[in-house]
Every structure is written in structure tokens, then in C-alpha cells.
């Protein structure tokens, strides 16, 4: 029904920029939140950006004034913006998304990897 879908991760050099996006598609009324996560290999997820409908941002302060969310709601489509990146940027990255489909249900993507490295 519904499926959210990443895409734009990749290997990146320190320093560099990348940008990911997540369509969410299916029987979708509208979406509250949509947030990005990132999971680096034996940690736990973190919440990297969130993103209200009406255009209300928050970040970790780890990607503070690097990272960008931003939303095309006509397209039901955040997206992450990564300038400067840093190794300690690796990790896989999940869109999540607080969708109404009769009710509020969330939902996660199935990952991107970014990977920063020289």
C-alpha cells in the first residue's frame, strides 16, 4: 500500500556534498512528519532531520548548519541535503514518514547508504 523509497546515497569524499530523497507513494491522504534517520554498523538509530508539513525543521546538533531537509509536498518527497561531509556521516540513512491512511501509521524506508570516505 504505502512504500517509502530512498535514493541518492553513495561514496562521497570528506569534505563533499550529497543529496538524498525519499518518495513516499500508495493510498496516501497526507503526511504529518517526515524525518531522516541514519544507523552507522553497531549503533542505534539516530534522528538525523525532521520536517513538519507546514515547513518546521529540526536537526541533530551533529548535522547542524550542514544538513538540509526540505519537502515537496505535491510530490510527497523529502529530501536531505549533505554538505561537508564527514566520515562520521557513514551510516545508512532511513527515511521515515507519519502518513494518514485512514489514520496516522509510520513509515520507514528501506535505507540508503551513504558512505564518506577519501
Known amino acids: 500500500q504505502v512504500q517509502l523509497v530512498e535514493s541518492g546515497g553513495g561514496l562521497v569524499q570528506p569534505g563533499g556534498s550529497l543529496g538524498l530523497s525519499c518518495a513516499a507513494s500508495?493510498?496516501?491522504?497526507?503526511?504529518?512528519?517526515m524525518s531522516w534517520y541514519r544507523q552507522a554498523p553497531g549503533e542505534e538509530r539516530e534522528l538525523v532531520a525532521s520536517?513538519?508539513?507546514?515547513?518546521?525543521?529540526n536537526y541533530a546538533d551533529s548535522v547542524k548548519g550542514r544538513f538540509t531537509i526540505s519537502r515537496d509536498n505535491a510530490k510527497n518527497t523529502v529530501y536531505l541535503q549533505m554538505n561537508n561531509l564527514k566520515p562520521e556521516d557513514t551510516a545508512v540513512y532511513y527515511c521515515?514518514?507519519?502518513?494518514?491512511?485512514?489514520?496516522?501509521?509510520?513509515?520507514w524506508g528501506q535505507g540508503t547508504q551513504v558512505t564518506v570516505s577519501s
Open positions: 521515515n514518514a507519519r502518513i494518514y491512511v485512514g489514520s496516522y501509521f509510520n513509515y
Open positions: 500508495g493510498s496516501i491522504v497526507s503526511i504529518d512528519f
Open positions: 520536517a513538519t508539513k507546514g515547513g518546521s525543521t
